[in-house]
Protein backbone atom coordinates (compact mmCIF):
# COMPACT_ATOMS: atom_id res chain seq x y z
CA UNK A 1 0.00 0.00 0.00
CA UNK A 2 1.28 3.55 -0.87
CA UNK A 3 2.90 6.03 2.39
CA UNK A 4 1.00 8.51 3.29
CA UNK A 5 3.50 11.69 3.62
CA UNK A 6 3.47 15.35 4.48
CA UNK A 7 5.56 17.97 2.78
CA UNK A 8 8.66 18.69 2.07
CA UNK A 9 9.00 15.05 0.36
CA UNK A 10 12.91 14.67 1.20
CA UNK A 11 11.71 15.52 4.62
CA UNK A 12 8.43 14.83 5.77
CA UNK A 13 6.75 16.10 8.60
CA UNK A 14 4.80 12.98 9.24
CA UNK A 15 4.88 9.05 7.77
CA UNK A 16 1.71 7.13 7.99
CA UNK A 17 0.42 3.65 6.26
CA UNK A 18 -2.91 3.69 4.79
CA UNK A 19 -3.31 0.38 4.79
CA UNK A 20 -2.68 0.33 8.92
CA UNK A 21 -3.68 3.75 9.60
CA UNK A 22 -2.42 5.23 12.67
CA UNK A 23 -1.76 3.68 16.18
CA UNK A 24 -2.05 5.65 19.23
CA UNK A 25 -0.43 3.89 22.64
CA UNK A 26 -0.98 4.07 26.35
CA UNK A 27 -3.98 6.19 25.77
CA UNK A 28 -6.22 7.93 28.87
CA UNK A 29 -9.27 10.14 28.37
CA UNK A 30 -12.39 11.88 30.01
CA UNK A 31 -15.15 12.64 28.22
CA UNK A 32 -18.82 13.80 28.72
CA UNK A 33 -21.70 13.09 26.39
CA UNK A 34 -24.80 15.48 26.46
CA UNK A 35 -27.99 17.13 24.70
CA UNK A 36 -27.08 19.81 23.21
CA UNK A 37 -29.54 22.99 24.11
CA UNK A 38 -28.74 24.85 20.79
CA UNK A 39 -28.84 24.64 17.32
CA UNK A 40 -26.29 22.89 15.79
CA UNK A 41 -27.96 22.57 12.19
CA UNK A 42 -25.34 25.70 10.65
CA UNK A 43 -22.02 23.62 12.03
CA UNK A 44 -23.51 21.28 9.67
CA UNK A 45 -22.15 19.97 6.29
CA UNK A 46 -25.33 19.68 4.44
CA UNK A 47 -25.03 16.11 3.88
CA UNK A 48 -25.00 14.96 8.06
CA UNK A 49 -28.38 15.36 9.88
CA UNK A 50 -28.34 15.12 13.57
CA UNK A 51 -28.61 11.11 14.46
CA UNK A 52 -31.03 12.09 17.84
CA UNK A 53 -33.31 15.23 18.42
CA UNK A 54 -32.19 16.72 20.44
CA UNK A 55 -28.85 16.28 19.22
CA UNK A 56 -26.17 14.70 21.35
CA UNK A 57 -22.99 16.33 21.68
CA UNK A 58 -19.40 14.81 22.88
CA UNK A 59 -16.69 16.89 24.40
CA UNK A 60 -13.26 14.43 25.82
CA UNK A 61 -9.98 14.90 26.42
CA UNK A 62 -7.70 12.32 25.69
CA UNK A 63 -3.73 12.34 26.45
CA UNK A 64 -2.03 10.04 23.86
CA UNK A 65 1.24 8.49 25.19
CA UNK A 66 2.77 7.39 22.29
CA UNK A 67 2.20 7.54 18.40
CA UNK A 68 3.06 7.41 15.24
CA UNK A 69 3.47 11.39 15.59
CA UNK A 70 4.81 11.24 19.20
CA UNK A 71 2.80 12.17 22.33
CA UNK A 72 -0.11 14.75 22.58
CA UNK A 73 -3.08 15.87 24.13
CA UNK A 74 -6.00 16.68 22.33
CA UNK A 75 -9.71 18.22 23.24
CA UNK A 76 -12.34 17.30 20.84
CA UNK A 77 -15.79 18.15 20.16
CA UNK A 78 -18.50 16.00 18.64
CA UNK A 79 -21.87 16.30 17.12
CA UNK A 80 -23.78 12.66 16.70
CA UNK A 81 -25.22 12.28 13.61
CA UNK A 82 -25.89 10.34 10.60
CA UNK A 83 -23.98 10.57 7.27
CA UNK A 84 -26.28 9.88 3.85
CA UNK A 85 -25.57 6.10 4.06
CA UNK A 86 -27.41 5.72 6.65
CA UNK A 87 -24.54 5.29 9.48
CA UNK A 88 -24.31 7.51 12.32
CA UNK A 89 -20.63 8.55 13.65
CA UNK A 90 -19.63 12.02 15.27
CA UNK A 91 -19.28 15.43 12.99
CA UNK A 92 -16.04 17.34 14.75
CA UNK A 93 -16.28 21.10 14.21
CA UNK A 94 -13.47 21.91 17.54
CA UNK A 95 -10.17 19.97 17.51
CA UNK A 96 -7.10 20.99 19.59
CA UNK A 97 -3.90 19.23 20.37
CA UNK A 98 -0.71 20.45 22.50
CA UNK A 99 2.59 21.64 20.22
CA UNK A 100 2.81 19.00 18.33
CA UNK A 101 3.26 20.46 14.47
CA UNK A 102 2.94 16.64 12.82
CA UNK A 103 -0.20 15.80 14.91
CA UNK A 104 -1.76 19.15 13.83
CA UNK A 105 -0.52 19.18 10.12
CA UNK A 106 -1.19 15.62 9.50
CA UNK A 107 -4.68 15.69 11.39
CA UNK A 108 -5.78 18.88 8.94
CA UNK A 109 -4.26 17.79 5.54
CA UNK A 110 -5.02 14.04 5.68
CA UNK A 111 -8.76 13.91 7.25
CA UNK A 112 -9.68 17.83 7.45
CA UNK A 113 -10.15 17.22 11.01
CA UNK A 114 -9.61 21.32 12.18
CA UNK A 115 -6.84 21.08 14.38
CA UNK A 116 -5.27 24.58 16.35
CA UNK A 117 -2.61 24.65 18.84
CA UNK A 118 -3.91 25.03 22.36
CA UNK A 119 -2.63 24.35 26.32
CA UNK A 120 -4.27 20.85 27.33
CA UNK A 121 -3.87 19.96 30.49
CA UNK A 122 -5.55 16.32 31.96
CA UNK A 123 -4.86 15.58 35.66
CA UNK A 124 -5.72 13.92 38.98
CA UNK A 125 -6.15 14.42 42.62
CA UNK A 126 -7.60 12.33 44.59
CA UNK A 127 -10.50 10.98 43.33
CA UNK A 128 -11.48 13.32 40.42
CA UNK A 129 -9.80 14.11 36.74
CA UNK A 130 -9.67 17.04 35.00
CA UNK A 131 -9.44 18.41 32.05
CA UNK A 132 -8.65 21.74 30.50
CA UNK A 133 -8.22 23.73 27.60
CA UNK A 134 -6.85 27.20 27.33
CA UNK A 135 -6.22 29.07 24.11
CA UNK A 136 -4.29 31.36 24.55
CA UNK A 137 -2.59 30.87 27.97
CA UNK A 138 -4.84 31.86 31.10
CA UNK A 139 -7.93 31.64 28.53
CA UNK A 140 -10.13 29.21 30.06
CA UNK A 141 -12.19 27.41 26.95
CA UNK A 142 -13.40 24.45 29.29
CA UNK A 143 -13.42 22.48 32.03
CA UNK A 144 -14.48 18.52 32.31
CA UNK A 145 -14.44 17.68 36.07
CA UNK A 146 -15.33 13.62 36.87
CA UNK A 147 -15.27 11.69 39.48
CA UNK A 148 -15.12 8.04 37.64
CA UNK A 149 -16.00 5.80 40.57
CA UNK A 150 -17.65 2.87 39.10
CA UNK A 151 -17.40 0.21 36.71
CA UNK A 152 -19.66 0.89 33.29
CA UNK A 153 -22.52 -1.71 33.50
CA UNK A 154 -22.90 -4.17 31.23
CA UNK A 155 -26.03 -2.97 29.45
CA UNK A 156 -24.13 0.75 29.25
CA UNK A 157 -21.05 -1.04 27.75
CA UNK A 158 -23.33 -3.14 25.09
CA UNK A 159 -23.89 0.49 23.43
CA UNK A 160 -20.49 1.44 23.89
CA UNK A 161 -18.80 0.29 20.66
CA UNK A 162 -14.83 0.17 20.04
CA UNK A 163 -15.62 1.43 16.78
CA UNK A 164 -16.64 4.86 15.95
CA UNK A 165 -17.12 6.60 12.31
CA UNK A 166 -15.77 10.91 12.50
CA UNK A 167 -16.67 13.41 10.52
CA UNK A 168 -14.87 16.24 8.97
CA UNK A 169 -14.14 18.96 6.55
CA UNK A 170 -11.08 19.14 4.39
CA UNK A 171 -10.77 22.53 2.83
CA UNK A 172 -7.87 23.83 0.49
CA UNK A 173 -8.64 27.29 -0.22
CA UNK A 174 -7.68 28.89 -3.94
CA UNK A 175 -4.70 29.72 -5.07
CA UNK A 176 -4.98 32.51 -6.74
CA UNK A 177 -8.15 35.39 -7.02
CA UNK A 178 -9.63 32.75 -10.01
CA UNK A 179 -10.31 30.25 -7.64
CA UNK A 180 -8.05 27.89 -8.52
CA UNK A 181 -6.93 24.75 -6.46
CA UNK A 182 -10.28 25.32 -4.27
CA UNK A 183 -11.68 22.24 -3.34
CA UNK A 184 -13.81 21.13 -0.05
CA UNK A 185 -13.78 17.58 0.79
CA UNK A 186 -16.11 15.88 3.53
CA UNK A 187 -14.33 13.01 4.82
CA UNK A 188 -15.30 9.90 6.59
CA UNK A 189 -12.72 8.05 9.04
CA UNK A 190 -12.69 5.98 12.11
CA UNK A 191 -10.97 4.87 15.07
CA UNK A 192 -10.76 1.41 16.90
CA UNK A 193 -10.13 1.32 20.70
CA UNK A 194 -8.98 -1.75 22.44
CA UNK A 195 -9.47 -0.97 26.13
CA UNK A 196 -6.71 -2.00 28.83
CA UNK A 197 -7.55 -4.72 31.15
CA UNK A 198 -6.52 -4.70 35.01
CA UNK A 199 -4.67 -7.37 37.24
CA UNK A 200 -8.09 -8.75 37.11
CA UNK A 201 -8.86 -9.04 33.70
CA UNK A 202 -11.03 -6.50 33.80
CA UNK A 203 -11.73 -3.21 31.09
CA UNK A 204 -10.44 0.21 32.16
CA UNK A 205 -13.67 1.91 31.48
CA UNK A 206 -14.75 3.81 34.51
CA UNK A 207 -18.17 5.88 34.58
CA UNK A 208 -19.08 8.55 37.38
CA UNK A 209 -20.24 11.89 38.00
CA UNK A 210 -19.40 14.76 35.41
CA UNK A 211 -19.46 18.45 34.76
CA UNK A 212 -18.63 20.08 31.88
CA UNK A 213 -18.54 23.99 31.79
CA UNK A 214 -17.32 26.51 29.34
CA UNK A 215 -15.44 28.99 31.60
CA UNK A 216 -14.94 31.92 29.30
CA UNK A 217 -16.67 32.07 25.77
CA UNK A 218 -14.54 33.02 23.01
CA UNK A 219 -15.69 34.22 19.56
CA UNK A 220 -12.45 33.39 17.92
CA UNK A 221 -12.68 29.51 19.41
CA UNK A 222 -16.57 29.14 20.12
CA UNK A 223 -16.70 25.47 21.74
CA UNK A 224 -19.62 27.00 23.62
CA UNK A 225 -21.91 26.61 20.90
CA UNK A 226 -22.21 23.08 22.02
CA UNK A 227 -24.11 24.31 24.79
CA UNK A 228 -24.65 21.15 27.36
CA UNK A 229 -28.53 20.67 28.19
CA UNK A 230 -28.65 17.35 30.08
CA UNK A 231 -25.47 14.93 30.82
CA UNK A 232 -26.06 11.57 29.77
CA UNK A 233 -22.64 9.88 30.74
CA UNK A 234 -19.53 10.75 31.95
CA UNK A 235 -16.51 8.29 31.23
CA UNK A 236 -12.98 8.05 31.94
CA UNK A 237 -11.18 5.37 29.82
CA UNK A 238 -7.52 3.86 29.22
CA UNK A 239 -6.85 1.83 25.54
CA UNK A 240 -5.12 1.70 22.67
CA UNK A 241 -6.42 3.03 19.66
CA UNK A 242 -5.76 2.57 15.50
CA UNK A 243 -7.23 5.49 13.05
CA UNK A 244 -8.07 5.08 9.66
CA UNK A 245 -9.60 6.91 7.01
CA UNK A 246 -12.36 5.57 4.98
CA UNK A 247 -13.77 7.30 2.07
CA UNK A 248 -14.84 10.78 0.67
CA UNK A 249 -18.41 11.21 1.03
CA UNK A 250 -18.63 14.58 -1.33
CA UNK A 251 -16.81 17.32 -2.88
CA UNK A 252 -19.00 19.94 -1.46
Request: hydrophobic share 35%; proline share 7%.
Given at each position: ?????????????????????????????????????????????????????????????????????????????????????????????????????????????ILGAPKKLAHIALTREGSLIQGTLERPTGKRL???????????????????????????????????????????????????????????????????????????????????????????????????????????????
Open positions: MPEVRGIPFDAPLYHGDREHGSAFLNCQAVQAVFTIASDVERLLPKQLTPAADPAVGVVGIANYGSSIVGPYLEQYSGIEVRDPGGETGFYIPYIYVTTNDAALASGRELTITAQPDSRLRAAARQMFSTHTNFYSVRHLPPANQFGKGAATQLVKWCTNRTFRRDAGGEEVLFTGPVSLTYDSPSVIDPVHNLKVGEIMLGTYEEYDSSLQAIDLLSDA
